[in-house]
């Protein structure tokens, strides 16, 4: 008959399997509940926001979505907390994007945020969704010539100069401020090369994680008045806007996972050292 195994023998020999339902269970869990998981805010991520908030109630933003479905799950949730932050200001948007892909998620976004419904916003006099224009750092440097040169037709084909919005702004340095949403070229870089630097128009901007590193030199120069940088800065810029959502979800999730792992790796190394001194490791 076999000898009846010790709790640290069960345990030093457990299937891998439980370990991995364990492990998607606690990613799973902050998904679907909201977990009160400690999230510090970067210094980067509360000076947009307080860029943002400083703004004045009713003035007008730029903002410049260049990303595609494969950044989503790291700019989307800034960018849905963004137009609620301009929206609950009462600040007027001019909308565009370099990037092809970005003008039916900005038009997702506006949806999912109410901006419309929810906030009042009017069409053509509250916001302006102009649509996709190829060009990249031509496109921008065409922007602080004319606006609606760039742009002859809004999303919907409505001409530009018949957009009452749009009848006393046509330049980066008309706007109170340049957003810009990206997830790599053209983006940030290029914004900051070809219109910040010359132009002197206040900017922030939100980024994928691996591009932030490349781009935290602007903000040391005063080039950027704030960033914020994959899920991380957008679950930091969600919690200053009070509107929880996928990136501090997300970010719950992954430190659920790394708290997990950690556990996981020290039991193994107990479980050895035990194993040891009973003079049963092999």
Not at 108 to 125: C, F, I, N, S, W
Not at 255 to 281: D, E, P, T
């Amino acid at each position: 008959m076999t000898a009846r195994r010790s709790w640290r023998e069960r345990l030093e020999f457990i299937d891998r399997r439980w370990l991995f339902l364990i492990l998607a269970f606690a990613i799973v869990l902050p998904l679907v509940v909201d977990l009160p998981l400690p999230l510090y805010v970067s210094p980067m991520v509360q000076d947009l926001y307080d860029a943002i908030e400083d703004l004045p109630d009713g003035s007008t933003v730029l903002i410049s979505a260049d990303y595609d479905p494969s950044g989503k799950p790291e700019l989307e949730p800034f960018h849905l907390a963004l137009i609620h932050q301009l929206a609950e200001k009462k600040v007027k948007m001019v909308m565009y994007s370099l990037w092809p892909a970005a003008t039916p998620i900005t038009e997702a976004v506006l949806a999912e945020a109410g901006l419309t419904t929810d906030y009042g916003y009017r069409k053509d006099v509250d916001y302006v969704l102009l649509g996709y224009k190829e060009g990249q750092q031509i496109a921008m440097r065409s922007i602080q010539k004319s606006l609606k040169g760039t742009f002859p037709v809004d999303r919907d084909g409505t001409p530009s100069n018949e957009i009452p919005l749009l009848q006393h702004y046509d330049t980066y340095t008309d706007f109170a401020m340049l957003i810009n949403v990206s997830a790599g070229s053209p983006g940030v870089k290029e914004y900051v090369q070809n219109v910040q630097s010359i132009t002197g128009v206040p900017m922030v901007a939100a980024c994928t994680a691996v591009s932030g590193p490349d781009y935290v030199p602007y903000y040391k120069a005063g080039q950027l008045l704030g960033l914020a940088a994959g899920m991380k800065g957008a679950a930091e810029y969600e919690k200053l806007v009070g509107r929880p959502g996928l990136a501090m979800a997300g970010m719950s999730a992954q430190s659920a996972s790394h708290i997990l792992l950690i556990a996981f790796i020290v039991f193994g190394n107990v479980m050895y050292f035990l194993a040891r001194r009973s003079g049963g490791a092999r």
